[in-house]
């Protein structure tokens, strides 16, 4: 379809390409019948007007889609803001809105024939192709290109990193905002959700776009930005409704650009258990936390980038939080912390910010801005109840008492204002006056200041009919976002048209949708609040609870079912990630109160906790689950399953203790699927304990059971471990004839990690033998796979693999590409398995250009690792004895070439590397492709203190530390590095680290 219409010559180099489409044009031709042909007319004459005035060259035309390319991205930008207020404007026939999706990126595409070809063309379409009818999207080349030239009354919205269909990286999108134009859109549609990548994205993450404008708060914006430029903590405090998080959102888009690393939102309304707070935080900024405790992810990963953290409702939290932001403060010197509270936290270096209500001051003191801050929320919010509301000069009047009735708080203003369409603003306000009576010795809410809003919720509350107010108590319960459908089980069939009314009313918040897909609805914290001491009030708590966990344990067995069929799994994956707090919820409750629920509920969700990397937290809830059940039970027994799995890559011993226990409970039983799945994985845990006969053992038998009982699953398990062994014994033949009976099962019959492990090894044996392409092919299929299930954790073991089968084809740059990408899945997993395979791959690499002192410092690096990833005791089989390392011939050769003292430096130095540094070393050795080691320390010169600093950041210490170290003071330490930043013109301590290791300093 492309095709030069002979313009003129095409431009070359770096061009910004537009592709546009009409939106559901079928519908529309289905609408229009034969007046369909005029809109397409229309529609063309329209755009083309817009192109030849902005200096476009029309490549190409089908239908209702047109590629356009540029030579300057401003003029694309330009064409596309002309070409959408012509068709805004345009009388279409039929009065039907015809709405064009247009999507700019930039490249450098190559001239062919009459066209371009290329990867940026696919994307710029791909990028188009996630647009709605009326909006204008564009890439992040687009965006840099174009600069400052954005048209006048324009501007970007950043939607965040999204994949797109058949692109390996993800994009980072931005919306372009046009006065006048439509400004919200359903989110984009693309390939997954956006990427939450702690470190890979900078920019402000986790806040929803905002469904109603902003108002006022110049000042307090200023202030808390100002503020946050000081204190390392910064908590915005005042009571319910005030508007903190409405600010601190506001802030963070103001301040974003400050954090090398972003601003990520941690919403912790919702968290009910102080324990879940660390786990809450790890989960928004998308880090997994393996094995250990999701403290220890959040440190450790955090002390390597910089990030604002924003930490929103921590009222009910007030300990936990003050234990994590005193953690990471001093372990992590470059995050920051924005904290929304009722209540200070607590900790030594915070500053408190007192949000004061909206401004009430009259329009004349105010400076003739027309009318003061309060009174612009109300006409804001009125309008949207009802169209037809103006401000006249008598409204004004009764409006402006009206919001100081309310004191200025914005929730409440909001709450009256959605009434003003029944109830006119003057008998508002008496009705409010009303309220007065209802006031007296009520302190429900809040104190003093804060009684005009605890006023405004109890009289919006009872205003409702009898129906709405119970619907209204009953959807509290939900701690986070819920379905319509979700209300329904938990208030009754009806409840789904009473939670619409509730929305009219402003006490529910309009639906946005989810993860998975599905629109959900949310309670404002403090109405929720004041829905929950109702809801204890009338007695009904308790089933209120118990309906909520049906409806989890209800979503959390199909999702469950889901996970069990790779064709199921990312659905049911997603639907459990946006379902994430009532499912914490639910399970607290159940174990406390319900004994039947808890364990079944526990271990519909273990699948997910293994797919997402939540194994010490999933691990806890199962033990717990597990005493709540009848010993050898069937449920006993499941819960013991899971837990052998969950603890399966970290603490061996644990994982072969409950496998055996499920072993044990059939001794006298007829067999079942349970039994067979758990000796597969006891014998796993045999192996990596070195006990292979055992291992041989249960292994043929798991996989004769689960055959005879016609459990795909097992099988896949059994055959995963099976060829596993055999690999750990060299014998690739066996593994191989394992694995390949794995590929007999039907994929999609059985969970899709197992299926992914399979291939995973499969690939990299026969890349060993020499079966490299299909070893190439399997490896793709598991990464795509992996992608798309959001599979960390095998996404990171198959770009090791695609690594492995590069070095062996001698494609070193794709190979050291690989390995960087491994290395990032590391910092957000921090499976230390990843880098211990990666280290033992950079070893290998160095001996193949002969760089043996770098060969020799990551095996240590290597060994190091590897003493702190296994306890003593535990799955030591994996790591090379010593007399096994001194045969391998590329380290004896190492040693040989380097000579013993070089050989004990460069041993001591990789021995001294803990596992971040060891990562960042990898980085440093796989990122330039063709520099020999600098020769120059890449470091400018720096005084022998300043070196001293350097290091001391480089080996992981905090700037308190550094102070007690080198006998001086914390501010010292801090400008002293700050100081270097600017020379080196680093960011952040992660890049410190990386000068020093190619200075040789660490
Ligand atoms: N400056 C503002 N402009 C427009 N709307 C606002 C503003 N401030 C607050 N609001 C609106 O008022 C309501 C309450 O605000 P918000 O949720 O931020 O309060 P909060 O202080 O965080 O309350 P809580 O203590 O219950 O968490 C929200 O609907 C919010 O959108
Ligand atoms: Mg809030």
């Not at 956006?194 to 402000?204: C, E, F, N």
């Not at 909520?548 to 199921?568: C, I, W």
């Not at 080198?966 to 960011?987: F, H, K, W, Y």
Request: glycine letters at 8%; aromatic letters at 4%; a negative charge.
């Amino acid at each position: 379809m492309v095709n030069n219409r002979g313009m003129g010559e095409l431009p070359t180099g770096t061009i910004t390409m537009l592709f546009s489409d009409i939106e559901g044009s079928t519908l529309l031709l289905h609408d229009l019948g034969d007046r369909y042909g005029e809109a397409l007319s229309a529609q063309r004459a329209l755009l083309r007007s817009a192109i030849s005035n902005c200096g476009g060259q029309e490549m190409g035309t089908e239908g209702d889609s047109f590629f356009v390319v540029f030579e300057s991205a401003a003029n694309a930008v330009r064409c596309c803001v002309t070409a959408q207020r012509a068709l805004a404007a345009h009388d279409w026939p039929g009065g039907i809105a015809v709405r064009v999706r247009m999507g700019l990126h930039s490249g450098e595409p190559v001239r062919h024939e009459d066209g371009y070809i290329g990867l940026d063309v696919h994307r710029a379409a791909r990028i188009a192709a996630t647009a709605h009818g009326g909006q204008v999207v564009l890439s992040e080349a687009t965006r840099m290109l174009v600069g400052s030239r954005l048209p006048g009354e324009t501007s970007l919205r950043d939607l965040g990193f999204h994949r797109l269909k058949d692109i390996e990286s993800p994009e980072r999108i931005y919306q372009l905002l046009a006065a006048g134009l439509p400004d919200q859109f359903p989110p984009l549609k693309s390939a997954g959700p956006p990427v939450p990548t702690v470190g890979v994205s900078a920019g402000v993450h986790g806040f929803a776009s905002a469904l109603t404008s902003f108002i006022g708060r110049s000042t307090e914006l200023s202030e808390v930005a100002e503020l946050l430029a000081t204190y390392r903590l910064v908590t915005v405090t005042g009571p319910g409704g005030v508007g903190k998080t409405r600010l601190v959102a506001e802030v963070s888009r103001r301040v974003g650009d400050r954090f090398a690393d972003g601003v990520w939102l941690a919403e912790l309304g919702g968290v009910t258990d102080p324990d879940l707070v660390p786990g809450a935080v790890a989960a928004a900024l998308g880090i997994q936390q393996g094995g250990g405790s999701a403290m220890e992810a959040l440190v450790a990963v955090l002390t390597a980038h910089q990030v604002l953290l924003v930490l929103d409702n921590c009222e009910h939290l007030i300990d936990a939080v003050a234990a994590l932001s005193a953690t990471l403060l001093s372990a992590a010197d470059d995050v920051r912390i924005l904290a929304t509270s009722r209540t200070p936290v607590g900790v030594p270096g915070e500053t408190r910010y007192r949000l004061p209500p909206l401004d009430l001051l009259e329009p004349a003191q105010q400076g003739g801005t027309g009318m003061s801050a309060a009174v612009s929320l109300f006409a804001d919010r009125a309008r949207q109840a009802d169209p037809h509301f103006t401000l006249t000069s008598k409204t004004a009047e009764t409006v402006t008492r009206l919001v100081s009735r309310l004191d200025g708080i914005p929730l409440a203003i909001e709450l009256a204002a959605a009434r003003v369409e029944a109830l006119g603003v003057g008998p508002l306000l008496e009705r409010l006056d009303d309220q007065a009576g209802l006031l007296a010795g009520s302190d429900r809410l809040a104190p003093a200041r804060h009684q005009s809003l605890a006023a405004t919720v109890e009289w919006s509350y009872q205003l409702l009919s009898e129906e709405d107010q119970r619907v209204f108590r009953l959807v509290s319960v939900f701690p986070g976002p819920f379905t319509l459908g979700a209300a329904e089980d938990v208030a009754g069939p009806e409840a789904g048209r009473a939670v619409l009314r509730l929305v009219d009313r402003s006490l529910i918040v309009p639906p946005r949708e989810g993860r998975d897909g599905r629109r959900r609805y949310l309670m404002l914290e403090t109405l929720r609040a004041f829905g929950a001491g109702r809801l204890a009030e009338t007695g009904e708590e308790h089933a209120a609870a118990a309906a909520l966990t049906t409806f989890a344990l209800n979503v959390a067995e199909q999702a469950a079912a889901g996970l069990e069929r790779t064709d199921g799994e990312l659905a049911a994956a997603q639907w459990l990630d946006a379902e994430d707090a009532t499912m914490q919820q639910a399970l607290g409750w159940a174990l406390e109160h319900d004994s039947d629920a808890a364990p079944r509920l526990a271990i519909a969700l273990a699948p997910w906790w293994l797919l997402r990397g939540r194994w010490a937290t999933g691990y806890q809830m199962l033990a717990a689950a597990a005493e709540r059940t009848a010993e050898a039970s069937q449920q006993w027994c499941e819960t013991h399953l899971w837990c052998g799995i969950l603890t399966a890559g970290t603490t061996v011993p644990t994982s072969l203790r409950h496998l055996t226990a499920v072993r044990d409970a059939f001794a006298e039983r007829t067999p079942a699927p349970v039994l067979a799945r758990a000796l597969a994985w006891r014998s796993g845990a045999l192996a990596n304990l070195g006990r292979m006969p055992e291992a041989a053992t249960d292994g043929s038998k798991a996989l004769t059971l689960s055959r005879e009982l016609g459990d795909a699953a097992g099988e896949a398990y059994a055959l995963y471990w099976l060829g596993t062994e055999a690999v750990y014994q060299l014998n690739n033949e066996e593994a191989v004839a394992w694995l390949r009976q794995a590929q007999q099962i039907d994929q999609t019959a059985i969970p899709g990690y197992i299926g992914r492990h399979c291939t995973i090894i499969l690939a990299r044996i026969l890349g060993e033998i020499g079966e490299t392409a299909e070893a190439e092919q399997y490896c793709s299929e598991v990464l795509a796979a992996a992608r798309d299930a959001g599979a960390l954790y095998d996404q990171g073991d198959g770009l090791l693999s695609m690594a492995l089968l590069d070095v062996n084809a001698g494609r070193l740059t794709s190979a050291r590409k690989h390995l960087r990408e491994v290395i990032e899945l590391f910092g957000r997993t921090r499976a230390n398995v990843l880098l211990l395979n990666c280290l033992e791959l950079c070893g290998e690499m160095c001996v193949a250009i002969e760089r043996w002192r770098d060969a020799i410092t990551v095996w240590a690096a290597e060994a190091a690792t590897r003493r702190a990833t296994w306890t003593e005791g535990q799955g030591e089989t994996e790591s090379m004895t010593q007399e096994a390392m001194e045969s391998d011939p590329s380290r004896r050769r190492a040693r040989q070439e380097l000579g013993p003292a070089q050989v004990r430096a460069a041993e001591e130095r990789g021995a001294a590397m803990t596992p971040a540094v060891a990562a960042e070393y990898v980085l440093m050795l796989v990122s330039d492709e063709t520099k020999e080691p600098a020769a120059e320390p890449s470091l400018p010169h720096l005084s022998s203190r300043e070196r001293e600093l350097v290091t001391l950041v480089a080996k992981g210490r905090t700037n308190s530390q550094i102070a007690a170290q080198l006998t001086i003071s914390i501010p010292a330490v801090r400008s002293s590095l700050d100081r270097i930043l600017a020379r080196t013109g680093s960011q952040r301590r992660a890049d410190l680290t990386r000068l020093a290791l190619q200075a040789d300093l660490v």
